[in-house]
C-alpha cells in the first residue's frame, strides 16, 4: 500500500509523535499471538483426527492406535500442543496488562507454529495414503501450519526478536 502527499489532521494520529514505530510493533505483537493460537488450533484439530482414525484402521489384526510407534507420536503430538497453548497463554497475559513482551511473544509464535507444522506431518502419516488427499482434511492443516511459519513474521525473524531481547536482557 502506498500513501502519497496523504496529509492526515492531527486530531486523526494514534499516538504521539514519534509514536508510530511503537504503535505498529504493538499490533504485531497482538497479531503474532493470534497466529500462535491459530497453529495450537490446528495442531489440535489434527491431533484428534489423526488419533480417531488410528483407532479405527486395522493393520496387522490390530487397530493401528495399539501400535507403540503411533501412541508415541500422539503422546509427542498433545504435549508438544498443550507446551505452545501455554506459551500462548503467557503471552496474551502479558500483552493483556500491556507489559512490553515482544520476546515472549516470538517464543509464542515460533514453537507454536514449528510445533503446528511438525504434527500435521506427523497427522498426514498416521492416516497413510488417505492423509495425502484432500477429503481427510489433515493435508489441508498441513498446508494452514505451514503458513503460520510465514505470515505476521516468519521463524527466522521470531528468533532474532527472541536473541534482540535475550541480548538486552544481558546488558
Ligand atoms: C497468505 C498470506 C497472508 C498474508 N497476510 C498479510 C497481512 O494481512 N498483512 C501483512 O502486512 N502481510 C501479510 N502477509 C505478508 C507476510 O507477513 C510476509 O509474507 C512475511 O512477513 C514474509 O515476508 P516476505 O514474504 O517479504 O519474505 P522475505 O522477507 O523476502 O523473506 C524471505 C526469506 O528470507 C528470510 N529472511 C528475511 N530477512 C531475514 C533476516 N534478517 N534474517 C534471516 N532470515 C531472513 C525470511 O525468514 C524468509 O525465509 C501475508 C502473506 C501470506 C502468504
Known sequence: MIL????????????QEGDGLKIALGALDSGRIGIAAQAVGIAQSAMEKAGRYAKQRVQFGKAIAEFQAIQWMLA?????IEAARLLTYRAAYLRS???????????????????????????VQILGGYGYMREYEVERH??????????EGTSEVMRLVIAGQLLKDLG
Open 97 to 123: 496488562k500491556g507489559v512490553r513482551c515482544s520476546g515472549e511473544v516470538a517464543m509464542a509464535k515460533l514453537f507454536a507454529s514449528s510445533m503446528a507444522m511438525r504434527h500435521t506431518v506427523q497427522a
Open 4 to 15: 502519497q502527499d496523504c496529509r492526515v489532521p492531527a486530531a486523526n494520529r494514534l499516538g
Open 76 to 80: 509427542d503430538m498433545a504435549t508438544d
Open 142 to 151: 498441513l498446508r494452514d501450519a505451514k503458513i503460520t511459519e510465514i505470515y
